[in-house]
């Protein structure tokens, strides 16, 4: 864990943040490559957002790249640079909230603020039988003022991290190892027999299907594609895109549709083929997407067009950050437009 390593709170800031979202393996790698990058808040104050959206593509969650974009900005207009030392501005930081602000205090400054992490959540749920969700009120309450009580001022790192570890190690998921438990004395969920059926989980809600339909148009005289940044309040704000329909896949007429995009760019309908036609889904955490990617031959002009489209040389897709999914088209490009020109 990089709080192992340091006291930096920007690097425990980064660390937190994308380990929120993914797990320590895949996440290391990832935060490697940011820290190498952006080392501290100096570089990454200088840098565009774009550019951070680029280095976190494919964690997912980009709302979260760009508040850490907004904060170290902030830090800079509010703070003169410098990393806030207490809790309460911390938590004020966009993105930051009471974990991450607790992570910061307690293992960059040694403050005695409990971090409650899902492991933690679950070795307490247990320990005390709590008998409602420990990530939702009530039951976060009980278990934050429980650890309030509890964490040492004397080394409350130290507690943090021991306490992440038991609830990683022994008091794990499935199967917790309470016959090697110091604690089978005092956890309630072991004297009521309950250690199976505590944490109360929340039943998973349905994922909502979208239908995402793209046009890759590649211009071979020009070597160069379009694609449009993506705004509004939704998935992927900010990141990059092909042009897009999105539908209905109950609806009567989806071809009617996307039929639009052909007339949009002057596509003959239905003369012209794809030259390829890719399909996907993606499964984020409330919503299934489901992709169907037409790549044509295209060698017609966006200026006449209405729209936020961009003209880009396909050696420089690489620079803009795209959905996961579209960015392992952007990496395969060559490839899938290479037979035919
Ligand atoms: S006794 Fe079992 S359920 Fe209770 S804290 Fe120990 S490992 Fe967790």
Redesign the pocket.
């Known amino acids: 864990m990089p709080w192992l390593e340091t006291k930096d709170p920007y690097k425990i800031w980064i660390s937190e943040i994308i380990l929120q979202q993914t797990r320590v393996a895949q996440g290391w790698s990832y935060y490697e490559r940011f820290i190498e990058r952006f080392p501290d808040i100096t570089s990454l104050h200088k840098t565009q957002e774009s550019e951070v959206l680029k280095y976190w593509e494919g964690l997912g969650y980009y709302s979260r790249a760009r508040n850490i974009k907004k904060t170290a900005d902030l830090i800079f207009t509010t703070y003169q640079g410098k990393f806030p030392d207490n809790y309460p501005d911390l938590l004020s930081l966009p993105g930051i909230g009471p974990y991450t602000a607790s992570a910061i205090a307690g293992f960059a400054y040694d403050l005695p603020y409990p971090v409650l992490d899902g492991n933690v959540a679950r070795?307490i749920a247990?320990?005390l039988a709590v008998q409602s969700p420990p990530m939702e009120p009530p039951g976060k309450k009980i278990i934050t003022d429980f650890l309030g009580s509890a964490i040492k001022e004397s080394r409350p790192s130290a507690f943090n991290q021991a306490i992440m570890n038991f609830g990683a190690l022994?008091?794990k998921p499935s199967k917790?190892?309470?016959f090697q438990?110091p604690?089978?004395s005092d956890?309630r969920?072991?004297q009521l027999q309950q250690?199976n059926q505590l944490p109360v989980t929340i039943p998973k809600k349905e994922k909502t299907n979208r239908y995402f339909h793209y046009f890759i148009l590649y211009n071979p005289k020009t070597d160069s594609t379009v694609i449009q940044q993506r705004s509004g309040k939704d998935i992927w704000q900010n990141l990059y895109e092909f042009p897009l329909i999105e539908h209905s896949n109950t609806s009567k007429h989806p071809q009617q549709k996307i039929n639009s995009l052909y007339t949009t760019f002057e596509l003959p309908v239905p003369k012209q083929k794809p030259l390829h036609t890719i399909y996907k889904t993606q499964n984020l955490t409330h919503q299934k997407i489901h992709f169907t990617i037409q790549i044509f031959h295209w060698d017609g002009l966006i200026n006449d067009i209405t729209n936020n489209y961009e003209t880009v040389k396909v050696t420089n897709l690489s620079t803009y950050g795209f959905p996961v999914t579209l960015s392992k088209i952007v990496s395969q490009f060559n490839t899938l437009i290479g037979p035919f020109f």
């Open positions: 070795f247990r320990f022994i008091c917790p190892e309470c438990c604690f089978t956890c969920a072991f250690t």
